[in-house]
């Protein structure tokens, strides 16, 4: 690999936006979705196991070939958002998926009414690949109302509960807000004053806090009739569509279960290492407390280390390798076959991600690599959701890669932590070592802690509405800041504005997307238990991991858990991942 800074390359897809080759693609793609809705629009209900073992290979195969053009334009598209062709190329293909997926939509309607009426088709031998997905299928279909009734439920949501979604986004966009920046006033948009939360100066931070959160608080009313609106509308749904809680849905989507997830929160709420590390990191802000404003800002006089892609690059197959001499193949083929665009530059889309390349086996990552500890850490977590798409891809079809968020993080977050205790080992500077457990413990504090009094949050709400309890401004904040409280406890100093903080939380006023926060809790803490399982049994670990990687979503979560000894309904399993955190904040207090 050359040691500049490098842009991917593409030609693995298509050799440009006007090869050929992309139509010729297109067209199959059609022919063979017109071809699946001869065949089985009508007749899915009266399919035998055999009939419906050719349904779903049908579908993968049509899923496959549209999915390279569907991936190449996704990826020219984020690469240069400001070329014309590769824009057109991205508006067609949305267009032409849309179509595909209305006219394809009787597909999922239909298996559901066929597993509702044989659900022992599940257990039929000849479905085995299939099984997980239609046990899934079946969880779901049991909730679905009437074919006019979930039209009608579509039709009135659009100019009815979703508005709420857009008022609250309005709001934020056409304000403007009075900053105090290094000691000048500023008048800022939403967007400008959010990026000073973690500013550098610390009065910076808390004037952008006091201005945000004041102006949101002044209007806490019109947030409050969304969000209790909104809530309503959901307990009554969930009612009539019969699930036991309001969290019920949400479950099933991310094929967990409650006492699950209630192991997990409590283990939380018993554990008090975060605000340990919070009382570490007032010590080295040479400060007697945090203020909400210092919870993540940057420490003091650290080093600024840059990194070069090639050092990164190194750094990551090193920690992988570490693990497992194989488990690094993903990694070294991304950079061999340039499948990595790294290069910051004018009309590249922000942020990072990682998108599974499944005919090629492999994946694209995309990242605005600046250099900075935080790069090699993105790149080493997108490194391995590459990883999981390599294992993946080798042993599933492409129904069993459809991964829910309680998992889907497992390789990228395991891939971080390979990484911090590679780098632990690596590095003598104790500042350096200072500014990466501060980074790692920022990063997982937030994660798991802070989206942690979200969940709680949220579940306080709908137990007012339960109890008959009038959501207004003062009972909403009141909940707002006891979730808070009981994982900040009185290490942290709260501005009266903070109050408000809900309010600015985009998921919150989003219709028919409750209870999205407990995943990202999930995932940290399930791959940190199955690290601590790591530490334990060092090498012999390393093909447990590779198989829980490779069985994709063919196995639920719990199975996943059992195919390598580990029991995810246990309160010890989300207590040894605790043990890591706890690690962590053990080795910062011995070098303060
Ligand atoms: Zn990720």
């Known amino acids: 690999m050359d040691s500049q800074i490098t842009n991917w390359d593409l030609t693995e897809l298509f050799s440009s936006a006007d090869d050929t080759r992309i139509n010729q693609t297109i067209k199959q793609s059609i022919k063979l979705a017109n071809e699946f809705e001869s065949s089985y629009r009508g007749k899915i209900i009266g399919l035998s196991a055999e009939g419906l073992l050719e349904c779903l290979q049908s579908i993968e195969t049509f899923e496959a070939k549209l999915s390279d053009v569907t991936l190449y334009s996704n990826l020219a598209f984020s690469a240069d958002m400001t070329n014309s062709k590769t824009q057109a190329l991205h508006d067609k293909v949305e267009k032409l998926s849309a179509n595909i997926s209305k006219q394809l939509a009787f597909y999922s309607l239909e298996l559901g009414k066929l597993i509702k009426s044989k659900p022992e088709l599940i257990q039929n031998p000849v479905l085995k690949n299939y099984r997980h997905m239609l046990e899934r299928v079946k969880l779901r279909v049991e909730h679905q109302l009437s074919e006019v009734e979930e039209q009608l439920i579509i039709e009135k949501d659009q100019f009815g509960v979703n508005a709420w979604e857009e008022l609250q986004s309005k709001w934020l966009n056409t304000r403007m807000f009075e900053v105090t920046v290094l000691g000048q006033k500023k008048m800022l948009t939403y967007g400008e004053a959010n990026g000073l939360l973690p500013h550098p100066d610390r009065a910076t931070r808390e004037s952008a806090n006091r201005a945000i959160y004041g102006a949101l608080g002044k209007d806490g009313e019109i947030f409050s009739a969304a969000l209790r609106n909104i809530c309503n509308d959901w307990v009554t749904v969930s009612k009539r569509r019969k699930y036991v809680s309001p969290m019920a849905s949400s479950l099933i989507s991310n094929d967990t279960q409650q006492n699950i997830i209630d192991n997990l929160l409590q283990t939380i709420e ?7 590390y919070l009382k570490l ?3 080295l802000m040479k400060m007697p407390m945090l203020g909400n404003h210092d919870i993540v800002a940057p420490l003091p006089d650290t080093p600024e280390k840059k990194y070069t892609l090639q050092q990164a690059r190194d750094l990551i197959i090193q920690a992988y390798s570490r693990f497992s001499p194989d488990y690094a193949a993903a990694v070294k083929e991304m950079f061999d076959k340039r499948h990595i665009d790294a290069e910051p530059r004018f009309g590249k889309r922000n942020g990072a991600f990682c998108a599974s390349y499944y005919n090629g086996k492999s994946a694209y990552i995309l990242q605005s690599f600046n250099g900075t500890l935080s790069d090699v850490f993105t790149l080493a977590h997108e490194l391995g959701h590459a990883t999981h798409d390599w294992y993946m891809s080798r042993h599933q079809t492409v129904i069993n890669t459809n991964v829910p968020s309680i998992v889907a993080e497992t390789a990228s977050i395991f891939g971080e932590l390979l990484l911090t205790d590679h780098m632990l080992k690596e590095i003598d500077s104790e500042k350096e070592r200072k500014a990466l457990l501060c980074l790692v413990l920022d990063e997982a504090g937030m994660t798991t ?13 709908y137990e007012s509405i339960e109890s008959g309890e009038f959501l207004d401004y003062q009972k909403i904040c009141s909940h707002w800041v006891n979730a808070r ?16 903080e809900w309010t600015m939380k985009p998921h919150y006023f989003m219709a028919n997307y409750r209870f999205y926060n407990y995943p990202y809790v999930y995932a940290q803490m399930f791959v940190y238990s199955l690290y601590q399982r790591y530490l ?6 390393a093909p447990k991991l590779i198989e829980l ?4 979503s063919s196995k639920s979560s719990i199975e996943l858990g059992e195919s390598i000894g580990l029991d995810v309904t246990k309160m010890d399993f989300w207590k040894d991942g605790m043990q890591v955190f706890e690690r962590f904040v053990g080795d910062l207090e011995k070098i303060i």
Do not use: H
């Open 485 to 500: 409280n009981k994982i900040y406890g009185d290490v942290v100093e709260w501005l009266p504005e903070m109050e408000a």
């Open 449 to 461: 802690f802070q989206v942690t009094a979200r969940v709680w949050f949220e579940q306080a709400l």
């Open 270 to 276: 018993k554990s008090s290492t975060y605000r340990r």
């Open 536 to 541: 334990q049994e060092g090498k012999a670990f």
């Open 549 to 552: 990687l490779s069985a994709g």
């Open 281 to 283: 990191k007032a010590q």
